[in-house]
């Protein structure tokens, strides 16, 4: 592999918009690979795995590097460029930049850290301490390694317009190898990455992309086609698509956000899906949840988390999650809970979900609802633990409650 300056100056640039300006590395990433139209797909590759990796493993790089203070400057990039090129094998070109560069002292520095978790699995301490406090020491140890794994692409068929087997032989017609979930429904896993949104079956509507574990929550709903469901936190809504689709378009979802923006994308992408049984309803009063209290046959709470289930799709969250994050979004999380359940209405069921494996944030929440006056109308049905070191795709959590006739 020849380092290219172009190639290498984007991933450079993208890695100062993530770590100095908080900027999201899948949005720093989408906009890096447009910079060139000439790149070919393995240069996009490059560029997009690269800075992936380089987020992922920032505070072990950093270290290796040593690098001492943030934001870091361009030269401290460079280094940590380089330390990541030397541990994956590459011969570095004699650039300025690589002048120097301690190729035996990496290698050695890297055996030394790996045998420490927070510099092997490259976290911060206090996230370390939270994950062995919720999970002890084995469990957590298992689950980050994996969190550290690159995330698989898994896409849901879009079953209002076509089948998994369809699905999985119009992908093979434009050479893109996809393998049967057999646990999950209406999930197929890309053999190797791919562009798919670029697809004119993508476009026309037949599939979403959606992790297996996220897959799992619409089914617990139990949702039947007529029904009335209501989806509070819907944001740009793949599990309010998926819904729809076990809803076969007929009876009503009303999908509700704090944030209008979202609603707008998930009305792009519900049009595109052939979805047309949703009511969109910005919560902008107290008032908009009251009207719903006791009028839906399913409620999910697709809770705001930390999202430590999910850092496999965003490194770049270990940097940017603070433990007072934590602590306010499990606030958070009781209030949702408390406020949106009189939603469902007697002998109806409701699914409380995050996509974090923090036990604090999950069953935790629930067996607290439970003692509230509001909670005392539901019973617990059963529950869902999903760990990314046992399932191979996202740590999600999904607990089933039903409303007491």
Known sequence: MRFHRNISFAVIDALMGIFNEGEYADKVVARALKLDKRWGSSDRKFVAETIYDIVRWKRLYAEIAEIKKEPFDRDSIWRMFAVWATLKGYTLPDWKYFEGTPVRRIKGKFDE?????????????????????????????????????????????????????????????????????????????????????????????????????????????????????????????????????LMQNKGQIIAMDLYESKLKQLKIRAKRNGIHNIEYRVIDTTKVIKKL???????????????????????????????????????????????????????????????????????????????TAIGKNFTFVQDKKVLAHQSGYDGFYMALLTRNK
Not at 342 to 370: D, H, M, R, W
């Open 113 to 245: 850290l790996s045998k420490d978790r927070k510099f092997k699995e490259s976290i911060p301490d206090w996230m370390d301490e939270m994950g062995v406090k919720e999970l002890g020491e084995t469990i957590w140890s298992k689950e980050i390694t994996a969190q550290n794994e690159p995330a698989k692409v898994i896409l849901r068929t879009n079953t209002i317009k076509t089948t998994k087997e369809v699905l999985k032989q119009e992908l093979l017609q434009l050479d893109i190898h996809t393998k049967v979930l057999a646990d999950y429904p209406e999930a197929l896993e890309l053999e190797e990455r791919a562009n798919v949104f670029m697809t004119d079956i993508f476009k026309n509507g037949l599939f979403e992309v959606q992790d297996a574990s996220s897959q799992m929550v619409a089914h617990m709903l139990d949702i039947q086609p007529g029904m009335r469901v209501v989806d509070t936190c819907a944001g740009a809504g793949g599990k309010t698509l998926h819904m729809a689709c």
């Open 293 to 371: 209290h006791g009028q839906a046959d399913r409620v999910l709470i697709d809770a705001p988390c930390s999202g430590l289930g999910v850092l496999k799709r965003n490194p770049d969250a270990k940097w940017k999650l603070k433990p007072e994050f934590i602590d306010n979004i499990r606030k958070v999380q009781a209030e949702v809970l408390e406020s949106y359940a009189p939603i469902v209405k007697p002998g109806g069921k409701l699914v409380y979900a995050t996509c974090s494996v923090l036990p604090s944030e999950n069953q935790e929440q629930v067996e607290k609802f439970l003692t």
